[in-house]
C-alpha cells in the first residue's frame, strides 16, 4: 500500500495508512483472526474480529464505514476515496489464490454492497466499469 499511495502523491496517507491496527484495542482482533484456526468455529474470537474492525472504520477515513453518521452515508473526500480503492484492490491482489473468493476487486463491491452516497458510488462504478473495459469483462 505504501507505494501505491505515495505513487498517487498522497504521501501522509502512504505513510499512516492503517496505522490504528497497532493500537492494543484494535489489534487483538487482527492478531486472533490471524493466529488462530480455530477462528472460523469460535464466537467469542469472531466478536473480537468484529469489534477491530469496527474501531478501525471509526479512526480509518480510507473505511467507507467511517463515513456512516446515524446510518446514513456521507460523501467521501477524493483522497480517501482514492486510497480505500486502492486498499480493495491491493486486498484483493494479495489474497487471490488463497483466500479470496472474487475473480476480481469489483465483485467483492457489487456482493457486499457497502452504503456509499451518490457521488461516492458514482465515482466507484465508474472506476469499475473503466477496469472492466480495460480488462474486456
Do not use: C
Amino acid at each position: 500500500m505504501f507505494w501505491a499511495l505515495w505513487r498517487k502523491k498522497l504521501y501522509w496517507q502512504a505513510i499512516i495508512h492503517d496505522w490504528s491496527k497497532f493500537m492494543p484495542d484494535e489489534a487483538v482482533g487482527y492478531i486472533v483472526r490471524h493466529n488462530y484456526d480455530e477462528y472460523d468455529h469460535n464466537p467469542k474470537l469472531q466478536a473480537m474480529r468484529q469489534h477491530s474492525q469496527v474501531l478501525h472504520d471509526r479512526r480509518s477515513p480510507h473505511q467507507w464505514g467511517h463515513w456512516l453518521k446515524n446510518g446514513q452515508p456521507q460523501e467521501m473526500p477524493p483522497k480517501y476515496l482514492e486510497e480505500m480503492l486502492l486498499d480493495w484492490k491491493m486486498s484483493f491482489l494479495l489474497k487471490k489464490g488463497r483466500v479470496q473468493n472474487y475473480r476480481h476487486w469489483y465483485d467483492w463491491y457489487f456482493d457486499h454492497k457497502p452504503q456509499l452516497a451518490p457521488e461516492t458510488k458514482a465515482y466507484i462504478e465508474k472506476i469499475i466499469a473503466e477496469d472492466q473495459a480495460k480488462n474486456k469483462i
